[in-house]
């Protein structure tokens, strides 16, 4: 084989997507924008972070916004779908609210960074594209649930914001102080299984009828 | 995202203003290149041009007779 083709051939089949190489590219983007966010983020960064050629990331993503793009919609779908698992919106009220307690709580825990990333993004122009799909899949599945439990008599008729509101914002405030190791105050905090369960108690009390 | 890698061509460009990518883009339109980016955002503005027909070498010529700069990016 001619030498010169032999290279080119070799240059070329080094090319082939690696599934390895791309969550390798994901998890550390996503460290990259919380580190520095959107502004700071660049190709170069996040190539020397993760020891490949800038080359390679455009093979990816056709440019940092489609990048951010298509990070920010994988992560935010898998986080949506952890935060779905095992929820059967036709379960009692008690026992669907708790799966969603866990599984948030779970879901939050484990990813912190994948939390902070989405937060970001919901404060960033690529906010519409981004949820669009997840919001429908949630207002419908936690739509239902609400309803039903209306319509078992379970909980009062209310709007969906203010059930999201009393059901969730508790939760989301002791990760919150978890993720910070502090409280109010800056007193030093670290969420415990008792703390959870026993705010999660106090929430199913507020909206039971 | 199932594109053939090796049908994807990067170039390090100075395809840096609007102006300039309006001006390339008549010319991709000239050569009926239809499927190419340039990120504007990065330092070395690249163009990415997704082609089983063009050559490395045809791209850098038409980019540099048009005024660019123009290298592969490794």
């Known amino acids: 084989m001619n030498i010169h083709l032999y290279l080119n051939f070799n240059c070329k089949a080094m090319r082939i997507r690696d599934v390895n190489k791309v969550e390798l590219v994901k998890e550390k983007a996503i460290e990259l924008l919380v580190k520095v966010g959107f502004e700071g983020f660049t190709m170069g960064k996040l190539a020397k972070e993760c020891d490949i050629s800038v080359a390679t990331l455009y093979i990816y993503y056709k440019d940092k916004d489609d990048l951010i793009l298509q990070v920010g919609m994988e992560e935010t779908e898998r986080m949506g779908a952890l935060m779905l698992e095992d929820f059967d919106p036709d379960a009692p009220f008690a026992i669907g609210l708790r799966q969603q307690w866990k599984n948030r709580a779970n879901c939050m825990l484990e990813n912190p960074l994948s939390v902070q990333m989405i937060e970001q993004l919901r404060t960033s122009t690529y906010q519409e594209k981004i949820f669009e799909r997840l919001i429908e899949t949630f207002k419908s599945t936690l739509g239902r649930f609400m309803h039903n439990a209306v319509q078992r008599g379970e909980i009062e008729a209310m709007p969906l914001e203010t059930y999201w509101s009393v059901a969730f914002a508790p939760l989301y405030n002791l990760i919150r102080f978890h993720n910070e190791g502090r409280s109010l105050g800056g007193k030093p905090f670290v969420l415990t299984d008792e703390v959870l369960w026993g705010t999660f108690d106090l929430v199913l009390k507020a909206l039971k009828k | ?74």
């Not at chain 2, 890698?5 to 990067?10: A, C, R, S, V």
């Not at chain 2, 390090?12 to 504007?40: C, F, H, P, S």
Request: charged letters at 30%; a negative charge; aromatic letters at 6%.
């Open chain 2, 1 to 74: 995202m199932e594109l053939n890698m090796n049908d994807i061509l990067l170039f390090k460009t100075d395809i840096r203003t609007e102006g300039d990518k309006r001006l390339i883009a008549k010319v991709m339109q000239e050569y009926k290149i239809a499927n190419w980016t340039v990120d504007q955002d990065d330092i070395d503005c690249v163009l990415r041009i997704v082609s089983s027909q063009l050559k490395l070498n045809d791209v850098i010529n038409l980019v540099v007779h048009n005024g660019y700069q123009c290298e592969e990016l490794t």
